[in-house]
């Protein structure tokens, strides 16, 4: 006896289908796991201002960059001596980096991710506390089949008004 499916369970055999490819079509290849991994150093390497720890994370190529809303640094030592050794190390006694919702692209040996991300901090100084949340882009170079930071680009958390002229 022929058994015929009723137009309901054909489609949801066919939903079920199309979430499974999708599902399939997500999952994180061994490079976006490598740079999320790299991710969640930088952040380790800014919640102890670990300047040894740092130049792992950043390329020594001479051409590396930090653009912040403070200003640019170029090259590894200037990123490592000004961000994490002077400002995470000398402005804040205790620090916490949490990227969110990483979102990563490969393209052959050169990568970028893009994610959100919320530092709270105790200011040195004073004992107060500090909070910041922002946007941020990497973009990476694969080095001797290690990923590595050529370029930070991080921003504050976008204005949620409509000022006048926008």
């Given at each position: ?32 796991k490598q740079i ?11 919640d102890r201002a ?101 370029h930070v680009h ?13």
């Open positions: 006896m022929k058994q015929t499916r009723s137009p309901i369970s054909r489609c949801a055999l066919i939903l079920l289908g199309i979430a499974a490819a999708v599902r399939g079509s997500q999952e994180t290849t061994p490079d976006e999320k991994d790299l991710i969640a150093t930088y952040a380790t390497t800014i670990d300047t040894t720890m740092a130049e792992t994370v950043f390329s020594n190529a001479p051409e590396v960059s930090f653009i912040n809303p403070r200003g640019e640094d170029r090259g590894r030592q200037q990123i490592v001596t000004n961000l994490v050794q002077n400002l995470m190390g000398g402005v804040f006694s205790a620090r916490k980096l949490t990227p969110k919702d990483a979102v990563v692209h490969v393209y052959g040996d050169t990568a970028w991710s893009e994610f959100a991300w919320d530092f709270t901090a105790t200011v040195r100084k004073d004992g107060s506390p500090f909070h910041s949340r922002g946007m941020e882009t990497q973009v990476y170079r694969r080095e001797n089949g290690q990923w590595r930071i050529v991080y921003s504050g958390a976008p204005v949620t008004v409509n000022p006048k002229g926008f």
